[in-house]
């Protein structure tokens, strides 16, 4: 049985990375000792997995960022582990999960969010004040070029990663994969009971999305396009967010009595199981869990060219300029009048937790086979 630390901020259900990290947890945990060090946990973790909290202390975020740097790599040290996978900023691991992609492309992609010029810039230079940026920076360049594996999440990350680094290794990539046994296609009475909760009457068309950063997931332009489409259809938003100055936006448009903001829940499968069609208009995605799991779940879906889980829709499913308004309302009025399409992982493409667990069952093999060819005098030396 092997030792592996799986390194990440924070230890939770809520969020792409977060539900990844506990998935892989307790799968790998089968078969291996696994440790989670995280800098907090808000989820108790699965049977044979061990949460090592190390806290985030600190007065802003350069500070707490420094912090979880600094204690998880004592803790990854002590604890002499046979693998480290890592899925955020971290000083030293095996294997790097990219999940966002370089910050340098992050920036000069999510900047298009901004329409006026003005706030573009004012923008840029707050990113460029801020002291966390020039350690994410600094952090970018360690982990790319530290000769780890990487795997990224997308075809699309795969791209901005060698767009921003085109001296590495080519990474891997294995994508996201939805859990079938919660994100299913709905029975006639699941989905009555669905509209029921979320209070969607007879008559509605519910178009959904979901979202943190409501500017970043093109909540402004998917709000423009329904304004075109008839008064039957309703936006419905699940999301955490404030959204106060989105539903001036929407009084501003004339839809504000057909743009719900629903807050954050928790049962996702059933707000899928509501909607009519669910679209995410974000100007950068990695790989946005939403769109595969509305997918599985036989939603009609559309998204965004800059989302690394396009592949997963039909290409003319797949918005070029979410602030075209017209376009964008004319592709959403097409994919309602279609047919649900059969989810389906496109083909080739690596999936899912199972080929996790044999990417990293198969580091440790070839760690523990070239342990054996060291002469003994040179063993467990680090």
């Known amino acids: 049985m092997s030792k592996i630390a799986i390194l990440i901020p924070k230890f939770s259900l809520y969020g792409g990375s977060e539900q990844f990290a506990c998935r892989l947890a307790e799968a790998l945990a ?70 966002g992609g370089p910050q340098s492309i992050f920036w000069k992609l999510s900047e298009r969010q901004y329409p006026d010029r003005f706030r573009r810039i004012l923008k840029r230079l707050r990113r460029v004040c801020n002291p966390a940026s020039w350690l994410t920076r600094y952090m970018d360049n360690r982990q790319y070029r530290s000769g780890c594996r990487i795997v990224c999440v997308s075809e699309k990350v795969r791209e901005w990663v060698l767009e921003a680094y085109p001296d590495i290794p080519v990474p ?124 599985a779940c036989g939603v009609r879906t559309l998204t965004t060219e800059y989302n690394g889980s396009c592949v997963f829709v039909p290409e003319d499913c797949r918005i070029p300029d979410p602030d075209d308004a017209e376009d964008f309302a004319r592709r959403m009025n097409a994919a309602l009048g279609r047919d649900v399409p059969e989810f389906a992982v496109p083909k080739g493409m690596q999936v899912g937790l199972s080929a996790w667990v044999d990417l990293i069952d198969d580091m440790l093999r070839k760690k523990q086979n070239a342990a054996k060819d060291l002469p003994v005098n040179k063993r467990n030396v680090s």
């Not at 089968?30 to 699965?46: G, K």
């Not at 903001?261 to 509501?274: E, K, Q």
């Open 172 to 295: 891997d990539v294995i994508s996201n994969m939805p859990r079938t046994d919660r994100f299913h296609q709905p029975s006639e009475e699941e989905r009555r009971a669905a509209r029921k909760r979320f209070g969607f009457r007879d008559g509605e068309i519910i178009i959904g999305t979901a979202a943190s950063n409501f500017l970043l997931k093109g909540i402004p332009a998917l709000m423009r396009a329904v304004a075109l489409l008839p008064d039957s259809v309703i936006l419905a938003v699940a999301g955490g967010r404030r959204s106060g100055s989105f539903m001036r936006l929407a009084k501003q448009l004339g839809i504000a009595d057909r743009v719900r903001f629903l807050g954050r829940i928790d049962d996702m499968p059933s707000f899928y199981h509501a909607l009519d069609l669910f679209v995410l208009a974000t100007w950068y995605d990695a790989c946005s869990n939403a769109v595969i799991e509305a997918a």
């Open 30 to 99: 089968a078969h291996h000792e696994v440790d989670v060090i995280c800098a907090r946990s808000e989820h108790r973790p699965p049977d044979g997995v061990r949460v090592l909290e190390v806290g985030r202390y600190g007065l802003c975020r350069l500070l707490k960022s420094a912090w979880f740097l600094i204690r998880a790599e004592q803790m990854r040290r002590r604890g002499q582990y046979d693998l480290t996978v890592s899925l955020s900023s971290t000083w030293n691991q095996d294997l790097l999960r990219v999940g």
